[in-house]
Each structure stands twice: as C-alpha cells, then as structure tokens.
C-alpha cells in the first residue's frame, strides 16, 4: 500500500460516510424505521474465503426490540435495490417469529 495523504484519507472517509448515510436513508424506508429507530452502517473486511473481500453490515436498532445484524456479501458501494430488498425481506420474516 503506497503513501497516503491526510486530505486523501479525509477525502476517501467523507464519500464512504455519503454512501452509508445514503444507503441508511434507503433502508429506513425500507424497513419502515420509525424516528425512535436507528440504523448503523459499516462496511467491514469478511474474513470467510468465500467472501468477495469486504462486505457491508447493517445493524437494526428498533426501539423495545433486540438489534439484529443485516450482512450484504457486497462492498457499500455495490448494494443495488435487490440486496436491500432481500434484506428487508429478510429483517421482516425475523420480526414476524
């Protein structure tokens, strides 16, 4: 890995910190989030060597509820409206048990 300026690292920090911000604002909708709910966004290094590399975890954080963990085998600039629709898809059938 080369050299790597403060003003890049700022500059790498504040478009991922876009796109999560984005992708929480599409899966609040999604997910029917009310205000007292919140979403965290994170893409993290996947360890499994199936894994493409990174992968983005999504934790739900409902009000009176346990948090559960959302895992997207993709880095958090691929999640495309089908990997949101599978986990909310996903995050609804958990509520229901």
């Given at each position: 890995?080369?050299?790597?300026?403060?003003?890049?690292?700022?500059?790498?920090?504040?478009?991922?910190?876009?796109r999560a911000?984005?992708?929480?604002?599409?899966?609040?909708?999604?997910?029917?989030?009310?205000?007292?709910?919140?979403?965290?966004?994170?893409?993290?290094?996947?360890?499994?060597?199936?894994?493409?590399?990174?992968?983005?975890?999504?934790?739900?954080?409902?009000?009176?509820?346990?948090?559960r963990a959302?895992?997207?085998?993709?880095?958090?600039?691929?999640?495309?409206?089908?990997?949101?629709?599978?986990?909310?898809?996903?995050?609804?059938?958990?509520?229901?048990?």
């Open positions: 890995m080369g050299y790597v300026t403060l003003r890049t690292w700022r500059q790498r920090s504040a478009a991922t910190a876009a911000a984005t992708l929480k604002a599409r899966l609040a909708a999604a997910l029917d989030l009310g205000p007292q709910d919140a979403l965290s966004v994170t893409e993290v290094a996947c360890a499994d060597p199936a894994c493409a590399g990174l992968e983005t975890v999504v934790l739900v954080l409902r009000a009176g509820e346990p948090s959302i895992r997207l085998a993709c880095a958090l600039d691929a999640v495309d409206d089908e990997a949101i629709w599978a986990a909310c898809e996903g995050e609804r059938l958990q509520r229901r048990r």
